[in-house]
């Protein structure tokens, strides 16, 4: 099994902003955690961040053929990106919609994903193990 695991605008800035939110430690040091889990349970995983919503967009059509599944964080894109969703719902590859946050307990108008709906399912509000339990997910 090979997953894709898609980080969107800010993600980048993990560890540094909003640290009680998102917590301290950097996207690289989540990745490599994330690496480890697949390697230890078999499987394998490549990590991409953009800032570019079209660049997210030629990943999920890049995805196809090549990966089992995404683990898609979009970042504030998951609140309005039509674009995004066009591009999940175009692809067979099936895309597990991710947040550290509970997006729910939050602002008013994090609690609209325009992505849900064409994802296959969605996980949140755990830290960095929403990226695990995300990956979990394509096994069970
Ligand atoms: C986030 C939640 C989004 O509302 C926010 O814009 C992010 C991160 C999360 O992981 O909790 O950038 O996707």
Partial sequence: M???ILNGVNLNLTG?????VYGGETLEEINAQLQAYAEQHGYGIDCFQSNSEGELCSQIHGAE?????????????????????DAIAAV??????????????????????????V???EILG???????????????
């Fill in 2 to 4: 090979k997953l894709l």
């Fill in 16 to 20: 540094k902003r909003e640290q009680d």
């Fill in 65 to 85: 053929g090549q990966y089992d599944g995404i683990v898609l964080n979009a970042g504030a894109y998951t609140h309005y990106s039509l674009a995004l969703r």
């Fill in 92 to 117: 067979k590859v099936p895309v597990v919609e991710v947040h550290m946050s509970n997006v729910h307990a939050r602002e008013e108008f994090r609690k609209k994903s325009v992505l849900t709906e």
């Fill in 119 to 121: 994802c296959k399912g």
């Fill in 126 to 140: 755990f830290g960095k193990n929403s990226y695990l339990l995300a990956m979990e997910s394509f096994r069970l």
